[in-house]
């Protein structure tokens, strides 16, 4: 069966700083892998998504992430914090079908001042 | 642009009530997902659908019907609220072909039950 666990209900990091938010997977079958943002007051968008080819794969709004099949990760970066990057973060693998997705229980970003 | 409009933002009802939660999706799409998003729970899936009057199962189903007349419009009916299901409510549907899962979500509808 597939899983997913993101690792920090909570990060908060300074504006400019790197941020990193974590997700690790189980797949019984070769995974399609997604991180989904949602702004405050609203519903979840499409960051990026790995299928198949290129491990690190590049999203919108300068993020970034790369598929490591060894480690079962499939963890989010990006170099610079800005302020507008405040949301919360899920990470996704498709299911048995592409009828079902399974979403981590989600990251929420804070970006300090 | 896809476009997943979900009636209501914001909604207050009272226990015992009958709930209906409104979903329109504007490309075509053949699957439409009601989703329940809970603090430190993620997104649970209630019912999917995917095709017109089809209708499957997801992980929390109970307390809930769905009704998927037109394959523009899927409906998440709550017979009889309680307040265990205050919560928010998300609608999505994926790509023709739903081959990668992606998924294109409306805003939210938030209801309150008291």
């Known amino acids: 069966a597939q899983s997913v666990t993101q690792l920090g209900s909570h990060v908060s990091v300074s504006e400019g700083a790197l941020v990193l938010l974590r997700c690790n997977y189980s797949?019984?079958?070769?995974?399609?892998l997604f991180w989904y943002v949602q702004y405050p007051n609203q519903g979840l968008q499409l960051l990026l998504k790995?299928?198949?080819?290129?491990?690190l794969v590049k999203g919108i709004n300068g993020f970034e992430a790369e598929f490591k099949k060894s480690e079962t990760s499939f963890h989010l970066t990006k170099p610079s914090a800005h302020m507008s990057d405040a949301a919360e973060y899920f990470c996704?693998?498709?299911?048995?079908?592409?009828?079902?997705?399974?979403f981590g229980s989600g990251t929420r970003l804070s970006i300090r001042p | 642009d896809v476009k997943v409009t979900q009636s209501s933002r914001y909604l207050v009802k009272r226990t015992g009530e009958k709930v209906f939660l409104e979903c329109v999706q504007d490309m075509d799409h053949e699957n439409m997902f009601w989703y329940r998003q809970d603090p430190g729970l993620g997104l649970r899936l209630i019912y999917f659908?995917?095709?017109?009057?089809?209708?499957e199962k997801g992980d929390i189903p109970e307390g809930y019907s769905v009704s998927r007349e037109k394959k523009e419009r899927f409906s998440l009916i709550l017979e009889s609220a309680s307040t265990n299901q205050t919560s928010m409510y998300l609608c999505?549907?994926?790509?023709?072909?739903?081959?990668?899962?992606?998924?294109?979500f409306g805003e939210g509808s938030r209801l309150t039950v008291l």
């Open positions: 659908s995917y095709d017109v009057k089809m209708k």
């Open positions: 999505a549907s994926s790509l023709p072909g739903g081959n990668t899962g992606e998924l294109f």
């Open positions: 996704a693998v498709r299911g048995s079908s592409a009828s079902k997705i399974i």
């Open positions: 790995y299928t198949t080819g290129a491990t």
């Open positions: 797949s019984s079958v070769p995974p399609y």
